[in-house]
């Protein structure tokens, strides 16, 4: 195993406030398909879909945010393990302000094609980018990106 060089865990108001939101879009849809009468039953099945996968989204970011993204010399992992982004896969990390990452967060451009992962509100992983960030506060998440950005530098100098 590995020496941890960073913990980013996420933080407690931000992990409520996202759940507090996503089941209030989630309860109002339902009621909405529910209480009121359309003509359409169409919309009603949609609103109704929509607010069940709202409800399962905010389960899901809830078990997901409960476990921390470490930092180590072997890349970025969950707490539990599940491999995020090996170091040897990471090419560049990209805080800029117009990227598109994760609020508070920053982008791992890797070498090759990753299988896609998600985790609502840690993290994301769509081809060769993963975002980084959501829940997580932004002054963890800038520490765990300037550490990566060494890491990688020290790594391509070598």
Do not use: C
């Amino acid at each position: 195993m590995s020496e941890i060089i960073h913990i980013l865990r996420p933080s407690a108001p931000r992990r409520i406030f996202g759940m507090v939101i996503q089941l209030s879009l989630g309860l109002i849809l339902v009621w909405i398909a529910v209480a009121y009468p359309f003509d359409a039953l169409g919309w009603r099945v949609f609103l109704f879909a929509v607010g069940v996968a709202a409800l399962v989204l905010a389960q899901r970011g809830w078990n997901g945010s409960s476990v921390a993204i470490v930092l180590d010399e072997d890349g970025l992992r969950q707490e539990d393990g599940r491999v995020i982004a090996p170091m040897d896969q990471i090419a560049s990390v990209d805080r800029a302000l117009f990227t598109f990452k994760p609020s508070n967060g920053f982008v791992l451009r890797l070498n090759s094609r990753a299988p896609r992962g998600w985790v609502p509100g840690m993290w994301w992983r769509v081809g060769r980018r993963v975002g980084i960030g959501g829940v997580t506060g932004g002054a963890e998440t800038k520490i765990m990106a300037d550490a990566l950005s060494m890491m990688v530098a020290q790594r391509d100098q070598a």
